[in-house]
């Protein structure tokens, strides 16, 4: 599709930042390690003071694969991306010239070569008057939470993990996120990784025994610890892996201490990885009880067993900063990267006035 869509460029030509036609939408994109989902919004007016709407307008919604360029590849990813985009306009009845801007929260953004790279081809898809924003997924997951706004810590723990963090002067940082083979041990492949770990240690004598043997083994149709090798070997894409977790959580609440202590672990891995965040921006004040939201976002930490690692990883934070309150957002991260759109686009009006 490249390039064929710049000939909508002077619908717009005129269009500025704060004008703009009653049809003109934003697309929010949340783009993960397992799938990629956009929505189609229409525009709001931009107005700081503008209450939203709730629920928020949703023109369109569609679902793609992972665009995690780390894990499928940059061809795939951007094909991906593309392909999302495309189809959540054909189901809104909208089409790429009625744009006005575009967030993309994407897994693997870790580096402002990455955010480069995106917006690159980006400009061969979009006319030149649509505002392209790129970010790490971990805004658009923030954003979901707070309904646009940027301040706070945000934790993700699905099939990868990362803790981001903004303070209200503007500074952000980070910690884990970078991917299975650095450590991501509190994620779903972490999680998954470990168990699986653990049945092949405990098959040839090098563990002690555990359960996981038979769960894992019953999950993968598989009848001995000794075809797991081919198994994990003959794709072992992290969103594969990532799915036995709900069979590691079932094994620990029958009670397997191995599968206990994973989990166990990975509630630690997660309640540093916000730590980590938050005192690098001191975002629980000087005294250490200063309130700050903590967006919970990923299959990980959704609470729907009794070992709940959500609800772990909070009382975790709490014994070091009981200030700390969870949220667990209302719309999805997609949801959020359209929020952060119209608030990049009210922030650029709002200069653009005052200048």
């Known amino acids: ?56 307008p949703i023109l369109a ?51 402002p070569t990455d955010q480069e790279r995106i917006l690159h081809w980006l400009r061969d898809i979009f006319p030149s008057h649509v505002k392209l ?37 503007g500074r952000e940082a980070r910690a884990a996120g970078a ?12 999680i998954a990784a470990q168990a699986l770990t653990a049945v092949v240690r405990a098959h040839d004598g090098r563990g002690p025994q555990t359960a996981l043997t038979d769960y894992i083994l019953k999950a993968l149709s598989l009848s001995s610890p000794d075809e797991l090798i081919g198994w994990t070997y003959a794709d072992p894409s992290w969103a594969r892996i990532a799915a036995l977790v709900p069979d590691v959580v079932s094994c620990a609440e029958s009670g397997d201490q191995i599968a206990h202590k994973i989990l166990v672990d990975a509630v630690q891995e997660l309640a540093l990885s916000v730590k980590a965040v938050v005192q690098r921006l001191s975002l629980c004040g000087a005294d250490g009880n200063g309130s700050f939201p903590v967006v919970m976002v990923g299959g990980v930490l959704e609470a729907n067993t009794s070992w709940d690692i959500g609800k772990e990883v909070i009382n975790c934070i709490h014994k070091h900063y009981p200030g700390a309150y969870p949220i667990r957002p209302e719309v999805e991260p997609a949801v959020g990267a359209a929020l952060l759109a119209w608030n990049f686009l009210m922030k650029e009006s709002e200069r653009h006035h005052n200048s």
Not at 82 to 111: D, F, P
Not at 136 to 163: E, F, Q, R, W, Y
Not at 179 to 190: H, K, R
């Open 61 to 111: 919604r569609a679902v793609a694969g992972s665009s995690n360029h780390n894990s499928v590849g940059e061809s795939a990813s951007k094909d991906t991306l593309e392909k999302v985009m495309s189809e959540a306009l054909l189901k809104s009845g909208s089409n790429w010239s009625a744009v006005r801007a575009v967030c993309l929260g994407v897994s693997g953004v870790n580096h």
């Open 179 to 190: 991917g299975p083979v650095l450590g991501d041990w509190g994620s779903g492949y972490g």
């Open 133 to 169: 924003y790129v970010h790490n997924d971990a805004l658009a997951a923030m954003a979901s939470g707070t309904m646009g706004k940027l301040h706070g810590c945000v934790l993700i723990a699905g099939t990868g993990s990362i803790s981001y963090g903004f303070s209200k002067d």
């Open 1 to 56: 599709m490249k390039n064929s869509h710049l000939n909508a460029d002077k619908v717009h030509e005129n269009g500025g930042i704060g004008g703009g036609c009653d049809d003109d939408v934003v697309l929010g994109v949340d783009g993960g390690t397992t799938s990629t989902v956009c929505v189609c919004v229409p525009l709001l007016p931009l107005i700081s003071n503008q209450n939203l709407p709730n629920p928020l």
